[in-house]
T-cell receptor, first 115, second 112 residues
Framework: AQKITQTQPGMFVQEKEAVTLDCTYD???????LFWYKQPSSGEMIFLIY??????QNATEGRYSLNFQKARKSANLVISASQLGDSAMYFC????????????FGKGTLLTVNP | GAGVSQSPRYKVTKRGQDVALRCDPI?????LYWYRQALGQGPEFLTY????????KSGLPNDRFSAERPEGSISTLTIQRTEQRDSAMYRC??????????FGQGTRLTVV
């Protein structure tokens, strides 16, 4: 069984500063994928970034980067130069190995960006 | 379509009634997923399809829940004899085959 743990229920960051949202995972699969989604107060789920377990380099998408430490089973999201619009709930998720692409989500971290 | 479309956006039903939630995935997307999200929680997997075949229904809570995707496109999640504990946001997502899954806006179900 797969498990995602997000230990930070809430985080605060000043505008223009960087912030790291923690995510650890547990799986017995050799091949898996890790995702981060953003859920603003409007309720939509917005895909941010993906990291494959065999990818040697950390994934980056604009201001988002994923700090992937396989031995520690962690996949932290780093947001650089925070903006007010980054205030939202952030979910870490993983998909299983093989052909089963269902996602297992963590409980989320509520990020608040202060002006 | 341009994105994943779910209908209705909001549904209020009386306990004991059946409800059908619809999902229209992104055109050409092979995989379609249903999730349920309680307030303050992450989405929880219910079931998923590749084309018209239901690949995994291990997340369906009980036999009152069923889903179908008869032509490999639009899917319907049906809840029979609804109970108050079924109240949640029901989300549909689609993807080509794994990787990035695009989510719909969800259907907020309230059972009174």
């Amino acid at each position: 069984a797969q498990k995602i743990t997000q230990t930070q229920p809430g985080m605060f960051v000043q505008e223009k500063e960087a912030v790291t949202l923690d995510c650890t995972y547990d799986t017995s699969d050799q091949s898996y994928g890790l995702f981060w989604y953003k859920q603003p107060s409007s309720g939509e789920m917005i895909f941010l970034i993906y990291q494959g377990s065999y990818d040697e380099q950390n994934a980056t998408e604009g201001r988002y980067s994923l700090n992937f430490q396989k031995a520690r089973k962690s996949a932290n999201l780093v947001i650089s130069a925070s903006q007010l619009g980054d205030s939202a709930m952030y979910f870490c998720a993983m998909e299983g190995g093989g052909s089963n692409y269902k996602l297992t989500f963590g409980k989320g971290t509520l990020l608040t960006v202060n002006p | 379509g341009a994105g994943v479309s779910q209908s209705p956006r909001y549904k209020v039903t009386k306990r004991g009634q059946d409800v059908a939630l619809r999902c229209d995935p992104i055109s050409g997307h092979v995989s379609l997923y249903w999730y349920r999200q309680a307030l303050g929680q992450g989405p929880e997997f219910l079931t998923y399809f590749n084309y018209e075949a239901q690949q995994d229904k291990s997340g369906l809570p009980n036999d009152r829940f069923s889903a179908e995707r008869p032509e490999g496109s639009i899917s319907t999640l049906t809840i029979q004899r609804t109970e108050q504990r079924d109240s949640a946001m029901y989300r549909c997502a689609s993807s080509l085959l794994g990787r990035e899954a695009f989510f719909g806006q969800g259907t907020r179900l309230t059972v009174v």
